[in-house]
């Protein structure tokens, strides 16, 4: 079985930082590219940032400067680093990973159970 286990999230204040962390187990016979998005209520789940096994990059636009996607490969983790954060940032965050079970080699996308983050004053 392949698992996505977040941690990390809780209250922060605004302007304060929260740092959220992701690790993939199970019968992994390769791990792509990782990422973290956000769904609030009422709203489409949408894309935060999202990290290929060499540390390519990508980030919503609106995010760029305040957050930061990093990875590390022997812990099969991805982390989300997230400064001055503003109310708007309110959301379950969840963590996506492309990976291939080493029981049938099929290449799918695993999400994580999601993390709550609150800002709030």
């Known amino acids: 079985q392949v698992q996505l286990v977040e941690s990390g999230g809780g209250l922060a204040h605004p302007g304060g930082s929260l740092r959220l962390s992701c690790a993939a187990s199970?019968?992994?016979?390769?791990?792509?590219?990782m990422g973290w998005y956000r769904q609030t209520p009422g709203k489409e789940r949408e894309l935060v940032a999202r990290?290929?096994?060499?540390?390519?990059?990508n980030y919503a636009d609106s995010l760029k400067g305040r957050f930061t996607i990093s990875r590390d490969n022997a812990r099969r983790t991805v982390y989300l680093q997230m400064n001055s954060l503003e109310p708007e940032d309110t959301a379950v965050y969840y963590c996506?990973?492309?990976?291939?079970?080493?029981?049938?080699?099929?290449?799918?996308?695993?999400w994580g159970q999601g993390t709550q983050v609150t800002v709030s004053s």
């Open positions: 996506n990973a492309r990976m291939i079970d080493r029981r049938d080699y099929v290449a799918r996308d695993y």
């Open positions: 199970g019968s992994i016979a390769r791990l792509d590219a």
């Open positions: 990290i290929t096994v060499v540390g390519a990059t």
